[in-house]
């Protein structure tokens, strides 16, 4: 696949591997050489420098990230990288097998849940899928009808990042003038983002958004 814009010189695909264990990233990044012509494969040991590698490069091509690594918090990484860059797909690759967990993945806006126990040839024709635009799960979730995004997936997709940034600062109990030292801007800016989020999730006050915003969790099935 070679992808629009992008010159013969250049790399056909760029992907970004976000994994704290080095083997499983190198791993990774061996089987897609292995199954695609051309790929650059950059690795990362946590969202952050995920997050950096994006704003590195004018194009990604695809982002695989670990759901159970620094940063993550949850679904809330998954959530803010949709948000922040949301013509990159993402493809989670995890040792879970829950089925729960993988619906809400999808939810959330991952574009794939593949186990890490999948063999790599799996694995690899699996994140092909993705780069053709498909969605892809293990063939045992295919058949259920609990993939359509629930209420509160949807609400957090019109969340912007610096909102949903404040909603995860919120579910960690901070409170607005530590948000606003975190986030380096005012109270003001920070009061206006919590009515935001209020109007934008349909809820009254900042508990209910906290309590929304367990969903995040995938220990919250």
């Known amino acids: 696949m070679m992808t629009a814009g992008k010159t013969g010189a250049e790399p056909a695909l760029t992907i970004i591997i976000a994994d704290d264990h080095p083997l499983v990233r190198e791993a990774l990044g061996q089987a897609l050489r292995q199954a695609m012509n051309g790929v650059e494969v950059i690795g990362a040991a946590d969202l952050d420098g995920a997050r950096q590698a994006l704003e590195a490069r004018e194009s990604v091509d695809l982002l ?36 729960a967990v993988m619906r809400r993945a999808i939810e959330f806006g991952a574009a794939a849940f593949v186990p890490k126990s999948a063999a790599l040839d ?41 909102q949903l940034r404040v909603l995860t600062l919120l579910r960690q109990g901070k409170l607005n003038k530590q948000i606003a030292h975190e986030l380096s801007v005012g109270e003001a800016t920070v009061k206006a983002h919590v009515t935001a989020i209020l109007k934008k999730l349909g809820v ?9 915003a367990r969903h995040f969790s995938f220990d919250d099935k």
């Open 64 to 99: 695989i990230l670990d759901l159970d690594m620094p940063g993550m918090d949850g679904f809330a990484g998954l959530a803010s990288v949709r948000a922040s860059h949301p013509a990159v797909p993402v493809a989670i690759v995890s040792s879970t097998r829950d089925p």
């Open 122 to 162: 799996t694995i690899a024709s699996a994140l092909q899928s993705v780069l053709d635009g498909e969605i892809w799960l293990p063939p045992e979730l295919e058949s259920s009808d609990g993939t359509v995004p629930d209420d509160f997936a949807r609400r957090v997709s019109e969340l912007t990042p610096q």
């Open 204 to 212: 009254r006050s900042r508990t209910q958004a906290v309590i929304a």
